[in-house]
């Protein structure tokens, strides 16, 4: 079983900046993928930004150039850094990472984002 642990969430002023961490139970080195997604009340959960074991990217339209993805093999934890939020970036956050098997998911951090 693999459990994520997410933190950093919390509220900031349009044009802020967070970091969500994404800590992950297991050596993180193997996994197939990991990605942060988001869901806005009323919304349906949606990608916002990808990483594949050979550290390649990709992320959502509305988050290009303000958000990046990374992530520590060292420290089983996979990042998002948000920079120039705004608005509609007010959403609960979900780390998931995919293993051969399975996909696990976390529990979720709140950002909002206030005008």
């Known amino acids: 079983q693999v459990q994520l642990v997410e933190s950093g969430g919390g509220l900031v002023q349009a044009g802020g900046s967070l970091t969500l961490s994404c800590v992950v139970s297991t050596s993180i080195f193997r996994l197939n993928a990991m990605g942060w997604y988001r869901q806005a009340p009323g919304k349906q959960r949606e990608l916002v930004a990808g990483?594949?074991?050979?550290?390649?990217?990709n992320y959502a339209d509305s988050v290009k150039g303000r958000f990046t993805i990374s992530r520590d093999n060292a420290k089983n934890t996979v990042y998002l850094q948000l920079n120039s939020l705004k608005p509609e970036d007010t959403a609960v956050y979900y780390c998931k990472v995919e293993t051969v098997l399975r996909a696990y998911w976390g529990q979720g951090t709140q950002v909002t984002v206030s005008s």
């Open positions: 990483i594949d074991s050979g550290g390649r990217t």
